[in-house]
């Protein structure tokens, strides 16, 4: 059985900093290109960070800069490290993992930032 199981969601000020974490079973991260994605209430949900297999990163255009994925494939966890966040970042995250026609979503976890 697949589970990615998100972490490290809260509150936080904004210009502060939030690293969320996610933990995969079932599945190996280093074989899956991993993704986090974020939903705010009545949008829809929106590609944040992605890192390939061959390790290669990318963002979205509101996030360079401020936010980095990682992945420890000993821990088989993908990280979003959040910095300068913005109360436009407030929204629920999403790990998300995929391999070919394989496709698997974590629960997500809210992360709420006040201005």
């Known amino acids: 059985q697949v589970q990615l199981v998100e972490s490290g969601g809260g509150l936080a000020q904004a210009g502060g900093s939030l690293r969320l974490s996610c933990a995969a079973s079932?599945?190996?991260?280093?074989?899956?290109?991993m993704r986090w994605y974020r939903q705010v209430p009545g949008n829809e949900r929106e590609l944040v960070a992605t890192?390939?297999?061959?390790?290669?990163?990318n963002y979205q255009d509101s996030v360079k800069g401020r936010f980095t994925i990682s992945r420890d494939n000993v821990k088989n966890t993908v990280d979003l490290r959040m910095n300068s966040l913005d109360p436009e970042d407030t929204a629920v995250y999403y790990c998300?993992?995929?391999?070919?026609?394989?496709?698997?979503w974590g629960q997500g976890t809210q992360v709420i930032v006040s201005s």
């Open positions: 079932g599945i190996i991260v280093s074989i899956y290109t």
């Open positions: 890192i390939t297999v061959e390790g290669s990163t």
């Open positions: 998300h993992a995929r391999l070919g026609g394989y496709s698997y």
